[in-house]
């Protein structure tokens, strides 16, 4: 099945540790993203990346970090540094060109702070 | 700066009607528009795109469309079931960016 796989669906974080979230996708897409949702709320864009080993900031970025070597993976790190990282976190993935950006969401990751 | 807006945060709506959401846009000229729907602790899944040369689009009991002088997208749902309750995002390209921006969406309750 083609898709968008994120893992853990559950996170837990203590105080001033760092945590990780995995986003996989197996369309073959060039570009990929990370959403955060916060309850009531839209989504808002952390980081996007259009192509292997380059990627932007987006509107929050803050107290994020991500890495993009291979194409089908965008791995999403919340440091220490994000007071307020309990939400609910999504990673899309699109074709580049005149494709009109579609985005194709995985299943998402719920952060929560112990 | 630009602006994606939904304005309505919840609609009722009787089952059989026509649900109408409104997606209003200032500042800026997007390429196109794009719709989702959201089901509780789920990702948006996609539904309908249409371009700002395009008036309307359709699918199955679905409806978009594009109004660049009101600057304003409507989606309706036609025939609406409880099944089709659920949260409906809008969004837009960002100017040539590889990214859309969201609107917060409108949730929708379709009431037997």
């Known amino acids: 099945d083609g898709g968008i796989t994120q893992s853990p669906k559950y996170l837990f974080r203590k105080e001033g540790q760092n945590v990780t979230l995995s986003c996989e996708q197996n369309?073959?897409?060039?570009?990929m993203y990370w959403y955060r949702q916060d309850p009531g709320q839209g989504l808002r864009l952390i980081y996007y990346?259009?192509?292997?080993?380059?990627?932007q900031k987006g509107d929050i970025a803050e107290g994020y970090s991500v890495s993009r070597e291979k194409k089908e993976s965008f791995p999403l790190t919340v440091t220490s540094a994000q007071k307020n990282p309990t939400a609910f976190y999504l990673c899309?993935?699109?074709?580049?060109?005149?494709?009109?950006?579609?985005?194709?969401f995985g299943a998402g990751t719920r952060l929560s702070v112990l | 700066s630009q602006k994606i807006e939904q304005n309505s945060e919840a609609l009722n709506i009787q089952e059989g009607k026509t649900a109408t959401l409104t997606c209003n846009y200032t500042?800026?000229?997007?390429?196109?528009l794009q719709w989702y729907r959201q089901d509780p602790g789920r990702g948006p899944v996609f539904l309908l795109l249409?371009?700002?040369?395009?008036k309307e689009k359709r699918k199955e009991r679905l409806k978009v469309t594009f109004d660049t002088t009101l600057k304003q997208s409507l989606f309706h749902i036609t025939a609406s079931q409880p099944a089709d309750s659920a949260t409906y995002l809008c969004?837009?390209?960002?100017?040539?960016?590889?990214?859309?921006?969201f609107g917060t969406g409108t949730k929708l309750q379709v009431i037997p």
């Open positions: 899309a993935s699109s074709e580049t060109g005149g494709g009109g950006n579609i985005q194709y």
């Open positions: 369309l073959n897409h060039d570009a």
């Open positions: 990346s259009q192509i292997v080993n380059d990627f």
């Open positions: 500042n800026y000229s997007p390429a196109y």
């Open positions: 249409i371009r700002e040369n395009e």
């Open positions: 969004a837009s390209d960002s100017g040539g960016y590889q990214k859309v921006t």
